[in-house]
């Protein structure tokens, strides 16, 4: 197994950026409000899951359990951030999004790659 680092800098830089903006005090609440929290959920991991899966070089199964694997510690990471700002609140149902969000974008990632060219049998 081998990084991308490119991949990698960008998935942290993104994880950086969307937990310093969680800390602002009301900036998560307006977005969630505005948005809905769950959709925020799915958006942010499912992003996160594309950068982690383009940043490990592994056979493919490897390769998707170690996209989940991340993104999974990277969720409880963010949600255990949330459990120490007074105005946020950890979720187990969020964290159960991002994981979810992670194994389905992984595996339609995983398959993409390995389906046959449609327009081959034209």
């Known amino acids: 197994m081998s990084v991308r680092p490119l991949w990698l800098g960008a998935l942290v830089l993104f994880f950086l950026a969307m937990v310093i903006g969680g800390a602002v005090p009301g900036e998560a609440e307006q977005l969630s409000a505005r948005f809905g929290d769950k959709l925020l959920h799915v958006l942010a991991y499912g992003f996160m899951t594309m950068l982690g899966f383009?940043?490990?070089?592994?056979?493919?199964?490897h390769r998707?359990?170690?996209?989940?694997?991340?993104?999974?510690?990277?969720?409880?990471?963010?949600?255990?951030?949330?459990?120490?700002?007074?105005?946020?609140?950890?979720?187990?149902?969020?964290w159960c999004f991002d994981i979810g969000t992670a194994a389905t974008v992984s595996l339609l990632l995983l398959r993409a790659r390995f389906s046959p060219d449609l327009d081959s049998h034209a």
Not at 77 to 85: G, T, V
Request: charged share 10%.
């Open 64 to 94: 998707t359990a170690i996209t989940v694997g991340g993104i999974a510690l990277l969720g409880l990471a963010d949600e255990a951030i949330q459990s120490f700002l007074p105005y946020r609140n950890a979720s187990l149902i969020d």
């Open 54 to 61: 383009a940043a490990v070089n592994a056979p493919p199964l």
